[in-house]
């Protein structure tokens, strides 16, 4: 009983490991699927935004050709949509369809664990989806660069955060529906504004700043320094994504514990 | 020591009452049955046990654990079967366990997972997905998860809830072995044939709080006597029948058609009709009178 007692602190790597473990077998059942999209995403939008728009109207941005400017732009749309959204409907089907978590609480985890593993997962295979868009870039023609080593890195992050944000946005809404507000309030327009298709100075001087806050534009701007040569602000542009993981991990956590616990 | 201690627990949701001051001691090594109508506060009392809600007020101890401060502990040397099935469709029967038997830090996962699927009886079964099992399987996979690490106490949440007669009679196979073995079990119905066949004692609960506790003979000497009478007749007379055995001190209960006069051993002549239909008393006479509810 001692043991017990003494055993079973805040954060254990094995009700994290256990929870992920759930997440891994079922990750078995489906991996095929999404990693073929994952993949085929990529090279779809290169060929057509990419050779498509650089044919005909756009041949490079800022002396980097567009297929690459593009291509290192789409690390940052694979890690949110990789992130956020499976953040938020597979935490709304697995609290409120399956009960999934009801069965979890149920063993020795607590919610700052169950949520802190959750984020892990998505966080770890969104480094690792994100990084699909790079290779594809590079079969497309963009040098391999050492700094490319970093990007699961700043992939992971970011995506820490985005799981973090869709947890949460899980907890809060009523029904599946309200997502789509989400989605549209939120999730599209950081997308569009990341800087992934266009530079961000084309924008409204309004419009940049907020770009400025946005993480994925930091994501979009670190995968570019490691692509093309990193600056020294890249080093800011990495301590905000950490801070932006830590911040939406709390509150995640805090959202889902007044969702979970009665 | 008792596994489980309750002590003036309350628990509200808004305005609703749903655990009201309840005490509730369940000694180690005993089947104790809670039977209740829905909304009795069966369910929540199972999850403050849990740690998956907090009381208002209230003292709770499980294994000697303070609850909810010291839950994570108790929820290690706890099982929980809930009412729902909740395991992962697509994910094999082995695999299933194995996550579970992780989440419990138990120390050989592989041996945990032959052992329950032993139990189980679903070895053949251990690579097929859940999806592929027939109800019944499913079932006892579900019930063998939450014991995958042997706990000292077991809650099982209307175990058999909205299952067919076949089903019901293997999860009682499950919940008799786990008896046999001296395991303390906690288990919530509205069935009153489950707390009859099941429980060493059975506290009855109604509106948050028990009414009444003890084992299903006591319960039924104390509340309906030796014998009950039922009769069977049109409506009109069914009312004659239950104002002549209510004036005469008797308690009289709806039975599907009849109507059932409840200590009918102690009854003066002519308060029973004569083609009524003499049986011993019964627990669901002891739940209809105490909860005012039809039995399921």
Redo the contacts between chains.
Sequence with gaps: MTEARTRLRRLEPAAIGGVMSRELANFRTYWRGTTFSSLLEPIVYLLAFGLGLSATLVDEVNGVPYVQFVGTGMVATAVIFSSALPAMFGTFVKHRFQNTYDAILAAPVDVEELVSAEMLWIGLRASIYGCFPLLVTIAFGLDPAPGMLLVPLFCLFTALGFAGFGIAMAAIVAKIDQFNYVTALFVTPLFLVSGAFFPISGLPEGLQIVAQLNPLHQLVELVRGAAFGFDWVDLVRFSSLVAFALVLWRVAVNRMAARLID | MAAIELRGVV?R?GPILAVDGLDLDVPEGICLGLLGPNGAGKS?TM?LL?????PDAGELRA???ELPA?S??A???MG?V?Q?D?L?V???VE??L???A????VPDVGAAVDRALDLARLQARRRD?VDELSGGMRRRLLFV??LIHEPRLVLLDEPTVGLDPQIRTQIWALIDELRSRGTTILMSTHYIEEAERLADEVAVMASGKVISRGRPAELIAEHAGRETAEVYAPPQRLAEVRVRAEAVGLRVRPAGPAVAIVGSDRAEDGAVPADAVRRAASLEDVFVLLTGEEAE
């Design positions: 628990k949701f929540t999850r849990t740690g998956q809600a907090l294994l000697g654990h010291d994570k502990a929820r290690a040397e929980v809930p729902l909740n992962d697509d994910v094999t695999d299933n194995a996550v579970f992780r989440l419990y830090r997905a998860r939450g």
